[in-house]
């Protein structure tokens, strides 16, 4: 039940209902489920860039190539690694999107819609957010979360179960 209902329709949702505000509350409390991720050695070396700011937004549309859709968002999470506190070289990429799922889930469990657009490992997308959010050199972004309220929701998902990809004990 609980699989069928919060996980399973899960989806990117990219269509949002305009200047729909999201609380202060609400967004320390996706922003908590997404540090309940795993991590490694549970450095948790995430940071959260929350960009409320409407002109912000609109100009981080302009820039991400597959984004456009945050114009009409509420907000959008830039999700990023802290090279200074990860456990070894290069974790931050995985700490970080296993906390990017988790707030992906923690929005449709609020009657959010989310879509995670990728910003690592495009070098220039990296440098232009580094610049544009004053991030320092060990502050490396991974992805621009964009939250709503889902306008319109995606159909339902076709059945990704595939047998086909699950190998037993060798390949
Ligand atoms: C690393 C990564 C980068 C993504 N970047 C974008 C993006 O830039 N723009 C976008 O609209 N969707 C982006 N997506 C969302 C995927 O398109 C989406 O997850 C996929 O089509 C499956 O659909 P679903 O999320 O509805 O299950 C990205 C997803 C991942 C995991």
């Not at 399973?8 to 509350?25: C, E």
């Not at 988790?102 to 449709?108: D, E, I, R, S, V």
């Not at 997308?125 to 502050?139: E, G, Q, V």
């Amino acid at each position: 039940m609980y699989l069928e209902a919060g996980l399973l329709t899960r989806r990117s949702v990219r269509k949002f209902v305009k200047n729909h505000v999201i609380s202060d509350d609400n967004i320390r409390d996706l922003l908590k489920i997404a540090m309940y991720a795993p991590s490694g050695c549970n450095k948790q070396p995430w940071e959260f860039i929350v960009v409320n700011d409407r002109s912000l937004c609109d100009k981080i549309s302009d820039i991400h190539p597959y984004a456009k859709f945050l114009r009409d968002a509420s907000l959008a999470v830039v999700v990023c690694g802290n090279e200074q506190q990860e456990c070894a070289k290069g974790h931050w990429i995985t700490d970080t999107s296993a906390a990017i799922e988790n707030l992906l889930l923690a929005c449709h469990g609020l009657g959010l819609g989310a879509c995670w657009c990728g910003i690592y490992p495009d070098a220039a997308l990296m440098k232009t957010f580094s610049s544009m959010l004053n991030l320092p050199d060990y502050i490396k972004p991974n992805a621009l979360v964009v939250i709503g309220y889902p306008l319109q929701m995606p159909s339902s998902v076709q059945d990704r179960f595939r047998e086909d990809k699950i190998h037993y004990n060798q390949w």
